[in-house]
Each structure stands twice: as structure tokens, then as C-alpha cells.
């Protein structure tokens, strides 16, 4: 089976990037993209077949459009217009607008990280955030993105969810109700536990959607009920630590690093750290007390997977994708507010030999349910069937 990837952008350390990335070595795939920047994503890809696909004739008339829209549109005409070479024997698509290759190509198999975010299940939250202008540019791209997607995921043969939430929204908005739940997975060799230091730890991209100003609100919270406390707790000094990739080239990105900035900047134990190598990610994995996660409507997330790798609770926003990872009160907690998120930091902050119970259960249950082995595998297979079809 020869296999060709379609993904819209490579240039930054995500989840999605690193599926693309396993599946690639996995299968010995070409990677078609839109963007590559081997600079700001995994370095294994220079390893690797990445081919740029040309821009197509209408990307000056997109220059019209905001960067976001802009972006995708590029994409979208790129994938719908796309034709595979023959040498291959089915394309698997990844990040959305990828899906549009099944256009001209079949079969295609899609591994869907989420429904389009802008268009669907983030689509009010993003207007309330737009002036009057900006929410009817956006409104008429939705309704055009809208007319593409509806055109297309009928046809695809075969469609992974990363998630049961994904599955959900995909059934939801797509009208699909076959997609296969597929997670992704977590090499738990790449992980280690180097003990419980007094700092909480939330790695992501620096994107507003991540609201690590959740976390900041809760660590405030926190330090003033532990002074408030007295005792040994009132001098027990505890750091909360944010890391994640920033695309420089977005405008709203950067002045939501600058917020959160501006934040962090009234806490000397509140440390924001840009763009680290993964080396770097582990080892504060390995060495942080807990793991916070709070970003808004997730589709399934990396990290609360990487912070039980590293044997460290996760404490998780109680919606979406977290809700299937986290087990109550087993391997970490969910929460629905800053207040629950500060109090149950204090709860673990308060007893190191369950925080480490916890994270040796989290760690057990990553090698058991989330292996790359379980996944590479039902993909490979999948796949398979389709090129067996042709």
C-alpha cells in the first residue's frame, strides 16, 4: 500500500502534527501540505517525503480575506483541486480542509481531529470576539466553507474520529454517523517521572482557545487560599509554569500571548516559556507536580496523555475530549470552574502521596488504552481495506 497524507499546515507542535508525523514514519507516506516550516514543527519530518502543493490561481483574489480566512481558503482550493499521482493507493486526509482532496481523489480515508472549529462548534464564541465588520466577512466564508464540506464528506469511504466527542459533532454537523472512534496515542518511553516539584505545569499552543488565563485566575486563587490557610502552607512557595509554540505570523495570536503576558507579569511564580524544544516539554513533564488543562471545547487533547505519562494528575476542564481521558478522582480530577480547578489544586497540593498514587494510575492506564502500536495498527488495517477496493 502506498500511502499519500494531505494536511493543511506544518509549522507548529500540535497534536494533529504529530499524527501526521507517526503515520508517516509508520507507513513510509508522502506528506502533502499546504505550508512547511521544518523549523517550527517536529524536526522528524526533514526526515520524511514533504511536498508543498503550488498556491492555485485564486490566491490573490483571497489576499482580500483576513490572515485566518486567507489561510484556509489557500487550502481549501489547493486540496479540492488537488489530483494524487497514480503511484498511490489511497490518500488519507488529515486537518480540515484536507477532507477536500476527496474530490478528485478516491478512497480516501479521514482522520478527523474535529469538525472545523470555525465554522461549527467555535463559531459563536469566535463572532462574540469580532466587531460588526469582521463577523460578516466571517459569516459569509462559514456559509461558502459550509457549501465545500457538505459537497465532499458524503463521499469519503472511510472516516476516523479522534475522539467519541468528535464522533459526536461529526454525526452533529456532517450528518455522518459512521465514523470510527480512533485515539491517538502517547509513547510512553519518551516519558519519565523525575519526581512531584512544587509547580503546576499547562503546556499548549499559545492560541486563545487554550485560555490559560483559566489557569492563571486558578493559581491566584490558590497562593491567596495557602496564605490564607497559614501554617506550613502559607510559606510553601508553589510556581505555576505555561509553555507552548506561539505562530509569530498570526496577529490575534500574538496579542493573546501578550495578554496572558501582561498577566503573568503581576506574579513573579508565574512563568510563561515560548517555543521549547520537546526535550524541554519532557523534562518539565517530569518533574511538575500536576498537570492543568483548561482549554474550551476540546476535541481530545494531548496533554492530559503526556502528563500521565509522566505519572503526574491531570486536572482537566470537565468538557469535551478530557472527559474521556480523565477518570474522576482516579488519575485526576475535572472541573467546572476556577474555584473547583484552585480547590483541588490546594486538595493535591496538600497530599504529595495521592498526587503520586494518582499519576502512577494515569501512567498505567496510557500504556494500557493509548498506545501508538493500537493505533498504527486499526489504521493500517482500515487503510488496507480501502487500497484492496480500488
Known amino acids: 500500500m502506498r500511502l499519500a497524507i494531505a494536511h493543511p499546515f506544518l509549522h507548529v507542535k500540535g497534536g494533529a502534527e504529530k499524527v501526521v508525523l507517526k503515520i508517516a514514519q509508520k507507513f513510509d507516506a508522502t506528506v502533502f501540505c499546504t505550508d512547511y516550516d521544518q523549523h517550527k ?39 479540492w483541486n488537488w489530483k494524487a499521482p497514480d503511484e498511490f493507493d489511497v490518500v488519507n486526509a488529515q486537518g480540515t480542509p484536507s477532507e477536500w482532496v476527496r474530490h478528485r481523489n478516491s478512497p480516501v480515508a479521514w482522520f478527523c481531529h474535529s469538525p472545523n472549529r470555525e465554522a461549527f462548534v467555535l463559531y459563536e464564541w469566535r463572532q462574540r470576539q469580532r466587531n460588526i465588520a469582521e463577523r460578516a ?14 459537497a465532499t464528506v458524503p463521499k469519503i469511504e472511510h472516516i476516523f474520529a479522534n475522539s467519541e466527542t468528535t464522533r459526536e459533532r461529526i454525526a452533529k454537523y456532517l450528518h455522518r454517523k459512521d465514523a470510527e472512534v480512533l485515539h491517538p496515542g502517547v509513547d510512553c518511553r519518551e516519558f519519565e517521572c523525575k519526581g512531584y516539584e512544587k509547580f503546576f505545569f499547562y503546556p499548549s499552543r499559545i492560541v486563545p482557545e487554550k485560555r490559560f488565563e483559566l489557569a492563571i485566575e486558578a493559581f491566584e486563587k490558590f497562593r491567596k487560599a495557602r496564605k490564607a490557610a497559614g501554617g506550613k502552607a502559607r510559606n510553601e512557595r508553589w510556581k505555576l509554569v505555561l509553555a507552548g509554540a506561539l505562530h509569530h505570523g498570526i496577529p490575534h495570536h500574538v496579542d493573546y500571548y501578550n495578554k496572558l503576558a501582561e498577566l503573568a507579569s503581576r506574579d513573579p511564580d508565574v512563568e510563561i516559556l515560548l517555543d521549547l524544544q520537546s526535550n524541554k516539554i519532557r523534562d518539565l513533564y517530569a518533574r511538575c507536580y500536576s498537570v492543568l488543562y483548561t482549554p474550551i471545547h476540546e476535541d481530545f487533547g494531548i496533554v492530559p496523555l503526556e502528563g500521565f505519562a509522566s505519572c503526574k494528575p491531570v486536572l482537566a476542564w470537565n468538557e469535551g475530549g478530557p472527559r474521556e481521558i480523565v477518570e474522576e478522582g482516579k488519575n485526576g480530577y475535572l472541573v467546572n470552574n476556577t474555584n473547583e480547578l484552585a480547590a483541588k489544586m490546594a486538595y493535591l497540593a496538600d497530599r504529595p502521596k495521592l498526587a503520586e498514587q494518582m499519576g502512577k494510575a494515569g501512567r498505567a492506564r496510557a500504556e494500557r488504552d493509548f498506545s501508538w502500536e493500537r493505533f498504527l495498527t486499526r489504521f493500517g488495517a482500515a487503510c488496507e481495506k480501502l487500497s484492496a477496493s480500488r
Open 137 to 150: 466577512v466571517y459569516r459569509s466564508f462559514v456559509h461558502m466553507y459550509k457549501h465545500f464540506e457538505f
Open 41 to 79: 514543527t517536529y524536526p522528524e519530518f526533514s526526515s520524511l517525503d514533504i511536498r508543498v502543493l503550488p498556491r492555485g490561481h485564486m490566491t490573490k483574489l483571497f489576499a482580500l480575506f483576513p490572515k485566518r480566512a486567507r489561510e484556509a481558503a489557500i487550502a481549501g482550493q489547493q486540496f
